[in-house]
């Protein structure tokens, strides 16, 4: 485990590496564009430029999907896995599961004491959820009707209404940089050249 957490973290390394130069490279080539050249830079800038609304994607996301007709449909056979699968679970949590292996495994991630709490609360959590899972099964099975009343009670869509102003645009930046062209342009000067330095004395070290 401590293995692939290691390989994980080196990929994850070299990729924000590689991020952070080519972002400072761009800032670096910008701030000189815009320090010697700020009409092109301001060009480039508004042909680029791209508003981008997730509110149609997220439209998708927020739609309800209705799957109770399935369910109801074949309650009998759907019952039966969740029994089943209730059952397993709770066979696995209570008899074939020990926390104090992936206490020794993640050991290194902090204090054991604190992990253990953390794995046995997951635990509990876990086989209180399975019992649960495992009574609507049952009820599934036999009386879908009540399930039915309790589904009519509980089920409810939560959807944003109206705009967001996460979703709103913000022109202050493009409009101080059109003021300011050559005065942006020395600070990604700066701020690029600045982080190709250190990272590039970081690689030395």
């Known amino acids: 485990m401590k293995g692939a957490i290691d390989f994980l973290v080196d990929i994850a390394g070299h990729t924000l590496l590689a991020a952070l130069v080519l972002g400072a490279a761009l800032g670096v080539v910008v701030g000189l564009v815009l320090v010697f050249d700020s009409p092109r830079a301001l060009r480039w800038n508004a042909r ?3 508003w981008i609304s997730t509110r149609e994607a997220m439209a998708r996301f927020d739609a309800p999907r209705d799957v109770k007709r399935f369910v109801y449909r074949g309650h009998r056979v759907v019952g039966v896995l969740v029994v ?5 679970s709770l066979d696995v949590l209570t008899f074939g599961f020990s926390t104090e292996g992936l206490v020794r495994a993640f050991r290194d991630l902090g204090n054991q004491g604190v992990l253990g709490v953390a ?9 209180v959820g399975n019992l649960f899972a495992l009574v609507a099964g ?24 109206g705009g967001s102003r996460l979703d709103e645009m913000r022109f202050q930046p493009d409009q101080w940089v059109a003021r300011h062209p050559r005065l942006a342009g020395v600070f990604a ?9 250190k990272l590039g004395v970081l690689a030395f070290l």
């Open 48 to 50: 680029l430029s791209r």
């Open 84 to 88: 089943a699968g209730a059952l397993y």
């Open 119 to 127: 794995f046995d609360g997951a635990r509990l959590f876990f086989l």
């Open 138 to 161: 049952v009820v599934l099975c036999l009386r879908p009707a009540a399930l039915q009343r309790i589904e009519a009670w509980a089920d409810r869509t939560y959807a944003p209404r």
């Open 189 to 197: 000067l700066a701020g690029g050249g600045f982080i190709l330095l």
